[in-house]
């Protein structure tokens, strides 16, 4: 398919874009260099209409990077890096929700998430994302010059959100493992980090995984985290995908963050993902 046919739409003010009339399997390499322009300039790119296996989702992460290990779910039998998320009627409790960049606990996080719908319920399973740069950019400037001192101490064990173990016991329909060494998962990564590509400077903290700041208490950190946290996921500042089977959603770690609404109860959602280049945050 040649690339002269790609359209990307952005989908909302500050980030995110949709894009179309690309087939991911059989793309050269001018249509991904305008895949990954439309990434770099939104975001968030959701790229609808795919009919995408397993190799090819992977053959999609190579063109970012190698694949990230994720720890707590076990992956597929022949692709150990990809891993199904499925959310069944019966359940109440969703994977991913709640506002996080994903595995900011590892010392070299993924630079991108691809997640692949394969089955979305008719309403509702959206996924919520906010750009980190944008919160950034609307700080003051001594707020900034501060924030550009610090580093976050990122914890796995999901410390301020009811813990890991519990978090993902009541989650029936994945492969969960590995949650009670989860405290044993933690990085130290700046508060503010810069993107190569773009020049870009983006907040890297999240009221999930970052426990305080390095050199001070919990105590201490916690107020600034959570204003943080809500500085950066105002409404201006978010975009929202909606899922189709087919669509793909590759999405900037180093620079947003996102959140699965649980909306959809009584309805199966099944998707897969992929954590792709691993990246030592600057
Ligand atoms: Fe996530």
């Known amino acids: ?101 994903d595995t900011t606990y590892m010392k070299t996080p993924p630079l991108a998430t691809l997640l692949y719908a394969i089955e979305t319920p008719p309403r509702g399973g959206d996924t919520l994302y906010c750009d980190m740069v944008a919160a950034y950019e609307a700080l ?61 400077k983006a907040l890297y903290c999240s009221r999930a995984h970052t426990t305080h700041f390095e050199g001070m208490t919990e105590d201490e950190s916690r107020p600034l985290i959570e204003w943080l946290q809500a500085h950066a996921t105002r409404q201006e500042f978010t975009c929202r995908v909606n899922w189709k089977p087919g669509t793909i959603t590759i999405w900037d770690n180093r620079r947003t963050m996102h959140s699965a609404i649980n909306d959809y109860q009584g309805m199966r959602r099944h998707m897969r993902r992929l954590t792709s280049g691993p990246t030592h945050p600057v």
Do not use: C
């Open 1 to 101: 398919m040649s690339h002269d046919k790609i359209e990307v739409t952005p989908i909302a003010g500050s980030l995110g874009a949709e894009v179309r009339g690309v087939d991911l399997r059989t793309m050269d390499n001018h249509a991904w260099a305008a895949v990954h322009q439309a990434f770099l300039d939104h975001k968030v790119v959701a790229i609808r209409d795919q009919d995408l296996s397993p190799q090819d989702i992977m053959d999609v992460g190579a063109r970012i990077g190698e694949p990230n290990h994720y720890p707590f779910v076990k992956g597929m039998d022949d692709f150990p890096f990809l891993f199904d998320v499925v959310k069944e009627p019966v359940e109440t409790r969703n994977f991913g929700g709640g506002w996080h960049s």
């Open 140 to 200: 003051s400037p001594r707020m900034q010059e501060m924030l550009g001192t610090l580093k976050g101490i990122n914890s796995a064990a999901l410390k301020h959100t009811g813990g890991r173990k519990a978090h993902h016991a009541v989650i029936g329909g994945m492969k969960i493992q590995g949650t009670e060494e989860a405290e044993s998962y933690e990085a130290v990564h700046p508060i503010v980090r810069t993107i190569a590509e773009t020049g870009q």
